[in-house]
């Protein structure tokens, strides 16, 4: 059995590379207008993971489209 600061641990390192990693990927490439979006996208596959297709792209759909007008568009400069 898996003690539960181990688990904790675990599911913490997930959560850390499902961010890090595209936002890695945007601080390489200088496109960090969407970095709003790419740790929506990660949190998206470490959450979703056990979801049906159908049922995860339900998710994504209302959660995106609550989140869209709260988080301006990359493109948006004040």
Request: glycine share 6%; net charge positive.
């Amino acid at each position: 059995m898996v003690s539960l600061s181990a688990f904790q641990l675990e599911v913490a390192a997930r959560a850390a590379v499902a961010i890090a990693l595209p936002l890695t990927v945007l601080v390489l490439t200088g496109q960090l207008d969407w970095a709003a979006y790419a740790a929506f996208g990660g949190m998206t596959a470490l959450l979703g993971r056990n979801e049906p297709y159908r049922v995860r792209l339900r998710t994504v759909t209302v959660a995106g489209t609550l989140c869209s007008p709260s988080s301006p568009s990359p493109s948006y400069s004040p």
